[in-house]
């Protein structure tokens, strides 16, 4: 058990909706990292916050947008949907910033998306 | 350009072999750090090994082993003995400065996977 618990698990929506996906990150992990995992890309970095500030942007589309809370929990909210938004959505935790990231990654279990 | 190259899409071996996962990365940076995350059926995501640029000594947990090698730019993993449970996706990541992170994340950037299959 990594610490971070994302939720929900598992969401079947159609296209054009949108959906929340949370993330509470390790107790004390000020970092918190949005990942993507599909067939064809890979694991694609999605934005980075810090202690409730944006840090970073990779590849978020602009349909997409996040926030972290004053609680450190974070949402990414995914709009307008797409088939292609089909995908595996990852939150990490860290008690780092700065790079090069000496230290791993903490991983949730994933929220499946499926967009029908 | 990739800067984490997993070329090897699957690899299936039969229990007890030994077998090497292939990694190699690209980077300017003269610090940075290299890691391998396993990712089972389940689909979480488990840290395995974390290696910084000037550290090349290689490392063995069990049957885990990893070769460092800055020469030729690679971070190769080796299962022996390979058992049904060691089948998963294994991905090799790399962090780096800011700088030359593209995306500028302090996040990792990773490889496309490797899927493991052990058959019995």
């Known amino acids: ?116 | 350009a990739q800067k984490v190259t997993q070329a090897q899409t699957e690899i299936s071996v039969v229990e007890k072999e030994d077998v090497t996962l292939d990694c190699v990365y690209e980077t300017r940076d003269t610090t940075y750090y290299l890691f391998w995350y396993k990712q089972p059926p389940s689909g979480e995501l488990v840290f395995l090994i974390r290696r910084n640029s000037f550290d090349e000594q290689n490392e063995i947990s069990g049957r885990y082993s990893w070769n460092f090698q800055k020469s030729t730019s690679s971070f190769n993993f080796t299962i022996t003995a390979s058992q049904v449970v060691d089948s998963a996706v294994y991905f090799c990541a790399l962090s780096e400065a800011r700088a030359y992170s593209g995306g500028g994340a302090d996040g990792l950037t990773f490889g496309k996977g490797t899927h493991l299959i052990i058959q019995p």
């Open chain 1, 1 to 116: 058990d990594s610490g971070v618990t994302q939720t929900p698990k598992h969401l079947i929506t159609a296209t054009g909706q949108r959906v929340t996906l949370r993330c509470s990150p390790r107790s004390g992990d000020l970092s918190v990292y949005w990942y993507q995992q599909s067939l064809d890309q890979g694991l694609q970095f999605l934005i980075q916050y810090y202690n409730g500030e944006e840090r970073a942007k990779g590849n978020i589309l602009e349909r997409f947008s996040a926030q972290q809370f004053p609680d450190l929990h974070s949402e990414l909210n995914l709009s307008s949907l797409e088939l292609g938004d089909s995908a595996l959505y990852f939150c990490a935790s860290s008690p780092l910033v700065g790079a090069p990231l000496t230290g791993e990654l903490f991983f949730g279990e994933g929220s499946r998306l499926t967009v029908l």
